[in-house]
């Protein structure tokens, strides 16, 4: 039988509270998870929205394909009423980005170097040198929104969006295509949902699978929108109407971090003032639905990470007991939760939940409270896995990837800044069986054991990939310190912080567009020995000043690895400090 969820939040009712104006400082305590936004604010009041411009960019993600770059903005500070999501046009702005950086690295190896011949390369783009480096880094002025937009869209949501999540159909072959994006909205509140393309480089039987749009185009942002830039249809709002949900639950309020699992199935929101955890269930046939909330949480959930599902337990799931399992950081308690999803598949109807599983102290640093951002890194188990052979040994090939390469586990904490460092260990349970022990469950267990210092004000983490000098990508951790306006490179390999990257003010999401260079026909390109050719570029939601910061990740580009080259969009800061 499923629990039943303690409370239940009613629709909001009545008069909503009037708009205010938040001082700058509010600005960053909102923006850094330090406080609460108000709940719920009047969709009638303000203007609407700036739909060519950022405004408070929370969310940040690259399309599955990277063909688009996805956009969340807030109105933090109510401005307007909504915020935004841009779906832009990844390809035109790979291509510019990749023209700029090889301009100024040919620039800073000229022998006139020099301002002129900077001035040069940034003339490739149509912009001048950068004039108020206070502002935003990097050399050149800041490069035009509008050209990146014209193949791709723009919606109104609510305002206080935080971040941003893709689902993929995980068996396209024998599934079809589907992809759908997830933002969590504290100001409704609700957990607005998309349908995007599914562009996805898939294969199957040898023969390259059609791509799939629900819109007929190659970028696709749809949630019932009717008219460019309206706001998105109330049916794409989860979590906002009762009669959806079997249990006739609505969203709790501030719902912040989100993550969603390997399968594209079960997606848990936390909410930082409530002490509670949502599942929003993702079924591909119908609407995700609201299914369940789990309370009594440490005070304060603030980030979670879904753990990556061994493919051993994926390609025997008919016999392995194994529920999908996600962790949760606080800012009040120096814990680390573990949560697991049940589709309840043997009750009818089936009424999905979460429970909490696990409860991990975290000392590896003096207090170890008020922890922010996770990431988990599960590249080395992925590669052992891709080098296991078909056949009657790939069970216990695939059940060694598992077990001898435990998955690695990384958060920001604030109290003192630190990147805390652990593993999480997939162990097996058996049965003896007929021809010997037979595997019948599997469960996750996370230890703590270190942690390597940070500037003030860590706030997120994501895993991504530099080019090495021997021109292969190779996986760091990006630890973002929002108040001191850094991002580290931490290589777990070598156990160290490798670079330290200098933003704009207020650094809030970052997203990675990492791949093989390709022609304008979509050909791969190849060097001299017949190799792929790889590029990595991080792309960086500057909140406070509103533009998106470009930064090189290749080590053999001397001039800008490591450096925010390029600026996105006009950056304007705060209202109430101009």
């Given at each position: 039988?499923?629990?039943?969820?303690?409370?239940?939040?009613?629709?909001?009712?009545?008069?909503?509270?009037r708009r205010v104006r938040f001082a700058s400082a509010a600005l960053v305590l909102v923006a850094s998870g330090l406080v609460g936004a108000s709940g719920c604010f009047a969709l009638a009041d303000g203007l609407p929205p700036p739909l060519d411009a950022f405004y408070y960019p929370t969310g940040l993600v690259v399309s599955p394909g990277g063909t688009a770059l996805y956009v969340a903005n807030s109105d933090v500070d109510l401005q307007y009423n909504g915020g935004t999501v841009f779906a832009l046009d990844l390809v035109k702005l790979r291509a510019d980005t990749g023209k700029l950086r090889q301009a100024?690295?040919?620039?800073?190896?000229?022998?006139?170097?020099?301002?002129?011949?900077?001035?040069?390369?940034?003339?490739?783009?149509?912009?001048?040198?950068?004039?108020?480096?206070?502002?935003?880094?990097?050399?050149?002025?800041?490069?035009?929104?509008?050209?990146?937009?014209?193949?791709?869209?723009?919606?109104?949501?609510?305002?206080?969006?935080?971040?941003?999540?893709?689902?993929v159909k995980p068996n396209p072959c024998a599934d079809g295509r589907g992809a759908r994006l997830f933002v969590p909205v504290r100001g409704d509140p609700s957990v607005t949902y998309f349908n995007i393309t599914d562009?996805?480089?898939?294969?199957?039987?040898?023969?390259?699978?059609?791509?799939?749009?629900p819109c007929g185009a190659t970028i696709c942002l749809d949630c019932g929108v009717t008219t460019a830039g309206g706001r998105c249809a109330r049916d794409f709002l989860v979590g906002r109407d009762p009669s959806d949900s079997q249990r006739g639950l609505t969203l709790p309020v501030e719902p912040f971090g989100i993550a969603v699992d390997d399968r594209s199935e079960s997606i848990v929101v936390v909410h930082q003032t409530e002490?509670?955890?949502?599942?929003?269930?993702?079924?591909?046939?119908?609407?995700?639905?609201?299914?369940?909330?789990?309370?009594?949480?440490?005070?304060?959930p603030t980030d979670v990470a879904?753990?990556?599902?061994?493919?051993?337990?994926?390609?025997?799931?008919?016999?392995?007991d194994y529920t999908p399992?996600?962790?949760?950081?606080?800012?009040?308690?120096?814990?680390?939760?573990?949560?697991?999803?049940?589709?309840?598949?043997?009750?009818?109807?089936?009424?999905?939940?979460?429970?909490?599983?696990?409860?991990?102290?975290?000392?590896?640093?003096?207090?170890?409270?008020?922890?922010?951002?996770?990431?988990?890194?599960?590249?080395?188990?992925?590669?052992?896995?891709?080098?296991?052979?078909?056949g009657a040994v790939r069970n216990g090939c695939l059940r060694a990837c598992a077990e001898d390469n435990p998955l690695g586990i990384y958060m920001a904490n604030r109290a003192p800044a630190a990147l805390v460092i652990g593993q999480v260990e997939t162990r097996f349970t058996e049965r003896e069986g007929p021809n010997g022990p037979e595997v019948t469950g599997a469960f996750e267990e996370v230890t703590f054991h270190d942690s390597v210092p940070l500037a003030f004000g860590a706030s997120r983490v994501k895993m991504g990939q530099i080019i090495g000098k021997d021109g292969l990508p190779a996986w760091r951790v990006f630890a973002v310190t929002y108040d001191s306006g850094i991002v580290f490179s931490y290589d777990p390999a070598s156990r160290r912080v490798d670079n330290v990257i200098k933003t704009g003010r207020g650094p809030h999401a970052l997203a990675f567009d990492t791949e093989r260079v390709r022609d304008e026909a979509g050909n791969l390109v190849l060097d001299a020995e017949g190799k792929p050719i790889w590029y990595s570029t991080m792309y960086v939601a500057q909140f406070t000043d509103s533009y998106v910061g470009v930064v090189d990740l290749d080590m053999r580009n001397q001039a800008t690895f490591g450096a925010l080259y390029m600026t996105l969009g006009q950056p304007v800061p705060p209202k109430e400090s101009q």
């Open positions: 039988m499923s629990p039943e969820p303690v409370f239940r939040r009613p629709n909001a009712a009545g008069s909503l509270p100024i690295v040919d620039a800073a190896a000229s022998s006139a170097g020099g301002d002129e011949a900077m001035r040069a390369a940034c003339g490739t783009l149509g912009v001048g040198r950068n004039d108020n480096t206070t502002l935003y880094p990097g050399p050149c002025a800041p490069v035009a929104l509008a050209p990146y937009q014209q193949g791709g869209k723009a919606v109104t949501i609510g305002a206080f969006a935080s971040d941003a999540v893709i689902a562009d996805r480089e898939i294969n199957c039987d040898g023969a390259p699978l059609p791509a799939s749009s002490q509670t955890a949502s599942l929003v269930v993702n079924r591909w046939e119908s609407e995700p639905v609201l299914e369940h909330y789990l309370t009594n949480l440490p005070p304060g879904s753990f990556p599902i061994p493919r051993f337990i994926e390609e025997n799931r008919e016999t392995v399992a996600f962790g949760v950081s606080f800012r009040s308690t120096a814990v680390f939760d573990v949560l697991r999803y049940n589709d309840d598949g043997g009750s009818s109807p089936a009424r999905p939940f979460v429970t909490r599983n696990a409860s991990v102290r975290i000392g590896t640093t003096a207090s170890s409270t008020d922890s922010r951002g996770i990431a988990v890194d599960g590249s080395k188990r992925r590669a052992c896995e891709e080098m296991c052979p078909t």
